[in-house]
């Protein structure tokens, strides 16, 4: 399975964005991530969903970012709303297919204030 992540760019803090990631099969049993990472910090995980539809999130990002999927599309989405400067990172998508691990290549976000 191959992901490619878009969607990224350059916001003011309190605008939105929403991430894409393009799976190249279909991606119904598949949990997916998105995770982040800020210059000089560790990857974190910001959002995933499972094959059920369960989503979980990071606490920093609750009540602002929503993850969704459309099976239909082979697509993850991260809705990105009320953007703040420390949201600032590239972001990755990841999906969990039985046992193996695939990431996407990343893509910047930047949040100015």
């Known amino acids: 399975v191959q992901l490619q992540a878009s969607g990224g760019g350059l916001v003011q803090a309190g605008g939105s964005l929403r991430l894409s990631c393009a799976a190249s099969?279909?991606?119904?049993?598949?949990?997916y991530g998105w995770y982040r990472q800020a210059p000089g910090k560790q990857r974190e995980l910001v959002a995933a969903?499972?094959?059920?539809?369960?989503?979980n999130y990071a606490d920093s990002v609750k009540g602002r970012f929503t993850i969704s999927r459309d099976i239909a599309k082979n697509t993850v989405y991260l809705q990105m709303n009320s953007l703040k400067p420390e949201d600032t990172a590239v972001y990755y998508c990841n999906g969990v297919l039985g046992s193996v691990t695939y990431w996407g290549q990343g893509t910047q976000v930047t949040v100015s204030s």
């Open positions: 099969r279909n991606i119904f049993s598949a949990k």
């Open positions: 969903i499972t094959w059920g539809g369960s989503t």
